[in-house]
């Protein structure tokens, strides 16, 4: 079962605009983390952020945590044609003996327009 | 640093066939693990192994069977290949289980199974 749900599935905007994308989970969490998909591709880390922490900046990325609400948000911002990918958030879990993995959400589609 | 690397690219079963999935890593990482993407969805954990000899179910592990012998390989195992493996399968390797830090991803396998 999924832990994060992002919002919204999908995005379409122009280049230049800002994207911010949604993602809500349902038990409590270590850290939470974003990673980027190029179609056909692996996916590529983007961000952590730690439950002790509210807001992190890397670059054009801005990820703000609300541990009371359960939801966390990841700005791109001046978006450009190369950002067109899949978003997704994934939170730590345990499964069997160990804490840590990681459970994905179904990602925000996002289509950046030249 | 070829990072995570996954063979084959691309596979086609019959019902009932058996492959093996393979995954390697060239980081020392001692955490490795299997996912599988179906449309539409997030990635959702197979197996994972937090060292060599070591290894434990994640949310969707049956019909799945994995070992690690050494800390570069983590193969994984189809016994008898159902129409429902169809997906896209993930290997994902990191230092650590523990204290949340980035996975990195290989290129994925893309099967079907007929």
């Known amino acids: 079962s999924q832990q994060g749900e992002e919002d919204p599935q999908a995005l379409s905007i122009q280049e230049g605009e800002n994207a911010t994308m949604n993602c809500s989970y349902k038990t409590s969490i270590n850290n939470l983390q974003w990673y980027r998909q190029n179609s056909g591709r692996g996916l590529v880390h983007l961000i952590l952020i730690r439950s002790n922490e509210r807001e992190k900046h890397s670059g054009r990325l801005r990820v703000t945590l609300d541990t009371s609400k359960k939801s966390s948000s990841l700005l791109i911002t001046a978006s450009r044609a190369a950002d067109t990918a899949s978003y997704f958030c994934a939170t730590d879990a345990r499964y069997g003996g160990s804490q840590g993995n990681l459970i994905f959400g179904k990602g925000t589609k996002l289509s950046v327009k030249p | 640093n070829a990072g995570v690397t996954q063979t084959p690219k691309f596979q086609v079963l019959k019902t009932g066939q058996s492959m093996t999935l393979q995954c390697a890593q060239d980081?020392?990482?001692?955490?490795m693990s299997w996912y599988r993407q179906d449309p539409g969805m997030g990635l959702r954990l197979i197996h994972y192994s937090v060292g060599a000899g070591i290894t434990d179910q994640g949310e969707v592990p049956n019909g799945y069977n994995v070992s690690r012998s050494t800390t570069e390989d983590f193969p994984l195992r189809l016994l008898s290949a159902a129409p429902s493996q169809t997906s896209v399968y993930f290997c994902?390797?990191?230092?650590?289980?523990?204290?949340?830090?980035?996975?990195?991803f290989g290129p994925g396998t893309r099967l079907t199974v007929l």
């Open positions: 994902a390797s990191s230092y650590s289980l523990a204290g949340g830090v980035e996975q990195f």
């Open positions: 980081m020392n990482h001692e955490y």
